[in-house]
């Protein structure tokens, strides 16, 4: 079977941003209209929002808007399925930018968020998929952000920049080795059932 | 490869419930309060709520939650992933009742509550996954209740009833034909964005 990896390719996040607030329809539009979008195609409909473009761009964009919801210090919740490689996946409804440069990261960087993860990983049609899976885990065990194995998920915990660096780079690694990947993430700030971090968690 | 397939395998529901209000916890804790969970071990942490038992009370349990939570008339959202036949997964923590009824049913049935969806299903190291996707389509076609695709992920609308039971149906549908699958679902009821339901949706 031909391989068609590589981040040349059109990679895609669906989620959905769940404010736990009266004023959820603020924060949610505050999020996406602070964030710079214009090197990803992003379309919001009544369920969910995508994004899609280069795998850069995409988790740029993503991380940015966790980091501005979780900043309005409401709970909330930011739940979705990344996905590169859908063989029914078409070329519409997408920028692939030749710029590199990630465009939310200089106004985000010094934004703070706790962002305590649980997250799947589905390489498709791949035989060693619980391969690929347990090597997210020591990736994530190597970016100091692995929390523990619960059913069907693997839990992170660290600050949101690192928690997204781990996921990046677990999507990275699995998609150079399989055509389809999906990967889903349930990210979470200022729970107030929000267990104390962990010893060893930054 | 041998097929382990077929309903006595112990299926999961790995979820979060969602409530778009200052009053989320009551909401959360009053909709899995009403629900009988006897039939399934749950688990809730700070992030998400586990069930885990035969695919019945799992999907049971799981409609009886999202039911409770609509009718407390705020928005919110389901969101989650269904999952059997991981070969990590262990026999721990569930119960497999011998007893098929369905113990929140009666309860439930007179409970009415929009569910538009959007869902996707991973059926693992399967050739022809999107064969089965395709199938998934076909079921929802057939049941009324698919509106369209979308990037990444199918659109559903009508009565929960009808939705959990097209979730079902596809679920099924897909663990008699392969081992291990798993079903994300993105339930939403009583948005303010919420579209009118189109014409043929119940």
Redesign the interface.
Known sequence: MERICGTSRIA?F?F?L?????D??SVIKSALNQTDTSKVWAKT????T?L?GSADHVFDAAKAIYLYAANSDK?I?M?G?F?IG????TQG?TYLSADEKRINEDAIRSLKAEA???F?L?P????D??GL?MEAVDIAKAEGTFVQG????S?LDGDAHDVFRTLEAVFRMAEQQTNHV?M?V?L?AN?????KPKAGIK
Chains 1, 2 share one sequence.
């Open positions: 895609g669906r959905s769940y404010p736990m607030s009266d959820f329809i409909d009544h369920i969910s995508v899609r709970h919740v739940n399925t996905s859908c063989p029914g996946d409804d305590p993860c649980q799947a589905y498709m049609n791949e035989a998929y619980m899976i619960v059913h069907y998920a839990e999906t889903t349930n979470s729970s107030p059932s929000r267990k």
